[in-house]
């Protein structure tokens, strides 16, 4: 590609995305939110361990992140549709409000690791 094109293809790209439907939709939020999070500490400081640890299966074992990442993500997505809305649930289980502590506990311990 040459810099023209790939100015071309990143202004257009940038305003699909930047339009006002796009940006204010709550789906993208919680999309984008994440991705920022992956990219900025994920491929930004995971990808240069990984090429100084498995040197040039850097790229294999990067896409074996990725796999186990969109694994994790399944499950959360899960949660979220099927998990999340038996919580509303009056009383919700014992059991399931113990889970939400503990999940929310994990997460809150893997932030800090992150």
Known sequence: MTGAAVVVTVVAVAF?????????SPRWRATVTPLASIIGSGFLVATPLLAAVVGSWAPVAMAGVVVFAYAVGAAMRTVIAEVEPRLDEHPPSRLLVDLDRLSRMLLGFAYVVS
């Not at 699909?16 to 204010?24: D, Y």
């Open 16 to 24: 699909v995305l930047l339009r006002p439907a796009i940006r204010e």
